[in-house]
């Protein structure tokens, strides 16, 4: 990964935090639907970011 890209990733890491961090302090209660948000929103942001930049290409 060159330097752009690690701080791009950087920035979309940091951005999805903030998100996570205003979901769970704005709920009302802690609940299944609201860490299925947070783990689906992580899988929809990073995993392609992963197989895009991180995994090795054959």
């Known amino acids: 990964m060159t330097t752009g890209n690690i701080i791009r990733f950087t920035c979309v890491l940091l951005l ?6 205003i979901l769970l302090t704005r ?9 299925f948000a947070i783990v689906a929103s992580g899988i929809i942001v990073f995993v ?3 197989k895009k ?6």
Do not use: S, T
């Open 16 to 21: 999805w935090l903030a998100l996570c961090y």
């Open 27 to 35: 709920a009302a209660r802690i609940d299944f639907m609201v860490l």
């Open 48 to 50: 392609p970011l992963y």
């Open 53 to 58: 930049y991180v995994r090795k290409k054959d």
